[in-house]
């Protein structure tokens, strides 16, 4: 199993650009999420989707759109990119069976708007 | 979710055990603590989790008072590859799917020192 996959690892925009940052898991896993980690900070929760066809907001959803058509990808979309949103992105998956289960994480997206 | 407080920075020795404390005194009785750890730049990495018995798998061991209100990681032979920052999440599955609501603060950046 590849685990986690996102694409690019880095990017850099304009502002205004538009942009996916891609995501994948191999696992069946229903959960998935995007975080955001900007410099000396912890990771905060932008978007996550508990199944195909649902989506919810996190923390920190302004500017940054989500869909989830399967199981396995889960994109995040940022519209018009603003300065504010240079950080490190970071996508997690997890499986629920009820017990807990751990979040498994991508290598992240290093992700530059000038 | 209950917050967690964690020290900011800690060094061990390498070989020795290194315990990484944190604090949870508004824990409620459904919230479990995750450890998870983030070396350099890439995604975190789960560790381990409990409700209020101490657990122990391949990594660590995690020590819960028995009032919940705080806890302890233990790499019980601490290596070069341990540096990294931990982090001390409560969280309660019940009232979230899977884990979407694990928030993740700053957590201890901890030094293996040769």
């Known amino acids: 199993n590849a685990g986690v996959t996102q694409t690019p690892k880095f990017q850099v925009l304009k502002t205004g650009q538009s942009m996916t940052l891609q995501c994948a898991q191999d696992?069946?896993?229903?959960?998935m999420s995007w975080y955001r980690q900007d410099p000396g900070m912890g990771l905060r929760l932008i978007h996550y989707?508990?199944?195909?066809?649902?989506?919810d907001q996190g923390e920190v959803p302004n500017g940054y759109n989500v869909s989830r058509s399967t199981t396995e990808d889960f994109p995040l979309r940022l519209l018009s990119a603003a300065p504010s949103q240079t950080s490190v992105y970071f996508c997690?998956?997890?499986?629920?069976?009820?017990?807990?289960?751990?979040?498994?994480f991508g290598s992240g997206t290093q992700l530059s708007v000038l | 979710d209950a917050k967690t407080t964690q020290p900011t920075s800690m060094d061990c020795a390498e070989g020795r055990a290194a315990n990484l404390p944190c604090n949870h005194s508004?824990?409620?009785?459904?919230?479990?603590v995750y450890w998870y750890r983030q070396i350099h730049s890439q995604g975190p990495q789960y560790i381990i989790h409990?409700?209020?018995n101490n657990e122990t798998n391949e990594m660590a061991s995690l020590i819960i008072t028995e009032d919940r209100k705080s806890s302890t990681l233990i790499l019980p032979h601490a290596t070069l590859r341990d540096t990294a920052v931990y982090y001390c999440?409560?969280?309660?599955?019940?009232?979230?799917?899977?884990?979407?609501?694990?928030?993740f603060g700053t957590g201890t950046r901890l030094t293996i020192i040769p």
């Open positions: 997690a998956s997890s499986s629920w069976t009820g017990i807990n289960e751990k979040l498994f």
């Open positions: 696992m069946n896993h229903e959960y």
């Open positions: 989707s508990v199944g195909a066809g649902i989506t």
């Open positions: 508004t824990i409620s009785g459904n919230e479990y």
């Open positions: 409990g409700l209020k």
């Open positions: 999440i409560v969280s309660d599955h019940l009232a979230n799917f899977g884990n979407e609501k694990l928030t």
